[in-house]
């Protein structure tokens, strides 16, 4: 409990004192380079005080010269800053609307463009697919997580179909991610924080350009099996 304490303690300690020069900084240069490196920074102080290693394999097929979709498994909280950590660039997310109430963590994720989503309410859940939609044509890179919500036994649960018209719509590759072990870090609905090893496989793209609206299905079946592919069978359906 004394290790957790400490990271919430730092955690928020460092965004109430960083945060406020990151951005003014962001909108001064014009750019937001300099937030996710101090937000790489802080994760891995964070991993570091709680005891959670992370093991990459396969980041190497990512291409530099292409942005991608990446859309993960979601076991627990520790989910979004191992990716973050993980990722071989910048990115932009989905997240929940109730984030972004969060007093001062709200401005850092607005000022890099993160899009909320609001799950309760269709027609503004279906302009947040539309607006990651014009992003990743933009050419930003985007984490999102199928399944909406965090599976409560580590099995791989039914996965959404509006990140798969983000990539159908923009033509953008799917990069399937699997992330093993989270949920026994912080598993749903805990406050401690375990020490452990959080392994991040991605597996090969999955191309879009030649595929349309109705092959969403066929997509998201494609993604859910590469993902599956990494699990244990306990946990794969």
């Not at 991608?68 to 989910?79: A, E, M, P, T």
């Not at 990651?132 to 996965?159: C, H, K, N, V, Y």
């Not at 990140?163 to 406050?191: D, E, H, K, W, Y």
């Amino acid at each position: 409990m004394l290790r957790s304490m400490l990271v919430y303690l730092f955690v928020g300690s460092y965004i109430l004192m960083v945060a406020p020069f990151a951005i003014l900084w962001s909108l001064l240069a014009k750019e937001t380079r300099t937030i996710y490196r101090l937000a790489r920074f802080c994760i891995r102080i964070g991993g570091l005080i709680s005891g959670v290693r992370v093991k990459i394999t396969g980041r190497e097929k990512a291409d530099t010269g292409q942005n991608y979709l990446f859309l993960s498994n979601h076991q627990g909280n520790f989910d979004a800053p191992v990716l973050a950590h993980a990722l071989p660039r910048d990115f932009r997310a989905l997240v929940k609307k109730e984030v972004m109430k969060i007093p001062m963590l709200s401005l850092v994720l607005k000022t890099v463009r993160m899009v909320p989503i609001d799950r309760a309410d269709p027609a503004r859940a279906r302009a947040g697919i539309d607006r990651g939609a014009q992003m990743l044509r933009e050419g930003f890179s985007f984490i999102a997580f199928p399944e909406g919500t965090r599976s409560r036994d580590g099995r791989l649960g039914e996965f959404k179909k509006g990140v798969f018209i983000m990539a159908l719509s923009s033509g953008t590759p799917i990069m399937p991610i699997t992330l093993l072990n989270s949920g026994r870090i912080q598993p749903p609905g805990t406050f401690a924080i375990r020490p452990g090893t959080v392994e991040v496989i991605f597996h090969d793209p999955i191309p879009t350009v030649n595929l349309t609206m109705e092959d969403r299905e066929r997509l998201a079946q494609m993604t859910r099996t590469a993902i599956a592919s990494a699990l244990p069978e306990s946990r794969n359906p």
